[in-house]
């Protein structure tokens, strides 16, 4: 089996310089339970600090690629007939329930598999505009740390799984 590609990440964290931010980033994927990874790589080159003009950019991408992720869920949610919350006490557990699950978790501050941008300061997807004046007045502590998520995955054929469950 391969080591392959699950996920793929940018972390904002503080630390001294770049090798305490990854550190620190690699501590916490070993110590976290919410998703667990063969293997981190922390790829170098498409980190940045907030001493580097384009930090802002890919800070703002990064929210937003999660701010996307969560609104194509609950366009998921919509074409299950899910759009309205009065609706949602009849929700039978299984795929609706799961994605308001990701929502909840995309929202709430949970890491996942999903997050393309979290916030390892305030454990958060987003953040808050105190951290942003921080950020600002204090660029030299943070750093944006891209770490890709490597897992052996089986050589299955998954189109039938996915099939089976009318999401192919």
């Not at 609706?96 to 941008?117: N, Q, R, W, Y």
């Amino acid at each position: 089996m391969d080591s392959e590609l699950i996920s793929s990440h940018l972390l904002l964290v503080t630390g001294q310089g770049f090798e305490s931010c990854r550190d620190n980033v690699l501590r916490f994927f070993h110590n976290t339970i919410l998703v667990k990874y063969d293997r981190v790589d922390v790829i170098a080159e498409e980190s940045v600090s907030a001493l580097q003009d384009e930090f802002k950019e890919k800070l703002a991408e990064g929210m937003g690629q999660n701010r996307q992720r969560v609104e194509q869920l609950l366009g998921e949610l919509r074409q299950e007939g899910f759009d309205d919350l009065g609706n949602w006490l009849a929700m039978p557990q299984g795929y609706p329930s799961k994605t308001v699950h990701e929502i909840a978790h995309l929202l709430d501050g949970f890491f996942g598999i999903d997050s393309a941008f979290y916030n390892l300061i305030d454990d958060s997807h987003w953040v808050s505009d105190a951290l942003q004046l921080e950020m600002g007045e204090n660029p030299q502590r943070y750093w944006l740390i891209r770490a890709d998520g490597r897992s052996q995955v089986a050589n299955i054929d998954r189109i039938p799984f996915l099939r089976r469950h009318g999401k192919e």
